[in-house]
């Protein structure tokens, strides 16, 4: 089974099993306000902060996944990549998966902020890359960090 099949696969039995999002470390619509950003789905206190993945954006390159690939994955559905676990890889290997986005749609994020960033992402409408909107003008795509308070993420 290829890694892209595991990390898929991986993310079905954390949804089936209950119902969370596996960037979140927890529910997508029920944020644990104790969270710190030190729980071990964050690697402790080495990694305070997340990576998030501005889906929006991504072209579906792969870079990342194929960089760090215990991390980031492509999203079959709309081909774009996604985080798969926030402590897949070393920080140093994710960071050179974020320097080889050609769109800068990776980010580091504080860990409270993510919560926010994936609420405000389960309302935009993410277009299948296979799918062309050059004659669709009525289509816009919105950055998601002017929907919520967070800065372009931390760098």
């Not at 979140?24 to 964050?42: A, F, I, N, Q």
């Not at 501005?54 to 709309?78: K, M, P, Q, R």
């Not at 080889?100 to 405000?120: F, G, K, M, Q």
Request: aromatic share 4%; hydrophobic share 35%.
């Amino acid at each position: 089974m290829a890694l892209n099949e595991n990390a898929e696969q991986a993310i079905a039995d954390l949804i089936a099993k209950n119902g969370m999002e596996p960037e979140l470390g927890g529910s997508l619509r029920e944020v644990d306000p104790d969270l710190t950003g030190l729980e071990p789905e964050l690697g402790g206190a080495l990694r305070q902060n997340a990576v998030y993945v501005d889906e929006t954006t991504c072209i579906g390159c792969g870079h990342c996944a194929h960089v760090a690939g215990n991390t980031f994955f492509l999203e079959e559905s709309y081909g774009r990549a996604r985080v798969v676990s926030q402590d897949g890889d070393t920080e140093p290997l994710v960071q050179e998966a974020i320097d080889t986005c050609p769109v800068d749609c990776i980010h580091w994020v504080n860990y409270n902020e993510l919560s926010e960033l994936e609420r405000a992402r389960k309302d935009q409408v993410i277009q299948n890359l296979g799918i062309s909107l050059a004659g669709d003008r009525s289509t816009k795509v919105k950055n998601i960090f002017k929907q919520t308070s967070s800065p372009k993420g931390i760098h």
